[in-house]
């Protein structure tokens, strides 16, 4: 069975300092991985998905099978990066299943 | 519309009573899913429609638990008998279809509280 896990549920960093979102995910396939992001009174999305290869908002995650990992990453850090991010997997075929979160608080 | 309606976005209820929350797609969208958004819990996924069907209930947590959807359009999710711990944020979200390469809209969420 699939599933996602977000080791962190609150991570602080000063603005400027570098930030690594964590995510590990099972799964026997090949998943597609997302970050979704859920900014204060604003509704939940998406954020980046791995095969998009994207950076947005400064922010780049990068698939790592070995590890089974995606962590979000971020050099320089933002104020209005503070929300809550959720790293989400589907099988294509499935769902999208969800970690339980990370809230990103960026320390001015 | 411009995204995806959910109505009420809050509901105070009392234990027992049951509890109705409507969710209106983006207007041509196949596919609608229901989460459920607790404190500490993450997203929980509850069921998804492709058109009108639900080939996927295996999220409801209970049997108390039911939703539907009519003319492939707007989706109701009922709760009956609520509990306590079916306080929580209901998300509904929708995308063109059922395929992981579709980008999933969420709605602003149904704020249950039932006290």
């Known amino acids: 069975a699939q599933r996602v896990t977000q080791p962190e549920k609150l991570l602080s960093v000063f603005k400027g300092a570098p930030v690594e979102l964590k995510c590990n995910y099972s799964y026997s396939g090949s998943p597609e991985l997302f970050w979704y992001v859920q900014y204060s009174r604003q509704r939940l999305q998406l954020l980046l998905r791995?095969?998009s290869r994207e950076s947005i908002k400064g922010f780049t995650a990068d698939l790592n099978k070995g590890e089974t990992s995606f962590h979000l990453k971020k050099p320089f850090a933002q104020e209005e990066d503070s929300a809550m991010y959720y790293c989400a997997l589907t099988t294509g075929a499935n769902n999208l299943f969800f970690g339980t979160g990370t809230r990103l608080t960026v320390i001015p | 519309g411009a995204g995806v309606s959910q109505s009420p976005s809050n509901k105070v209820t009392e234990k027992g009573k049951d509890v109705e929350l409507r969710c209106d797609p983006i207007?041509?969208?196949?596919?609608l899913y229901w989460y459920r958004q607790s404190l500490g819990q993450g997203l929980e996924f509850l069921i998804y429609f492709q058109g009108n069907s639900a080939p996927d209930k295996s999220g409801l947590p209970s049997d108390r638990f039911s939703a539907e959807r009519t003319g492939g359009s707007v989706s109701t999710l009922t709760i009956q008998r609520t509990q306590q711990e079916d306080s929580a944020v209901y998300l509904c979200?929708?995308?063109?279809?059922?395929?992981?390469?579709?980008?999933?809209?969420f709605g602003e969420g149904s704020w249950l509280t039932v006290v």
């Open positions: 791995h095969i």
């Open positions: 979200a929708s995308s063109l279809a059922h395929n992981g390469g579709n980008t999933i809209y």
């Open positions: 207007s041509g969208h196949t596919a």
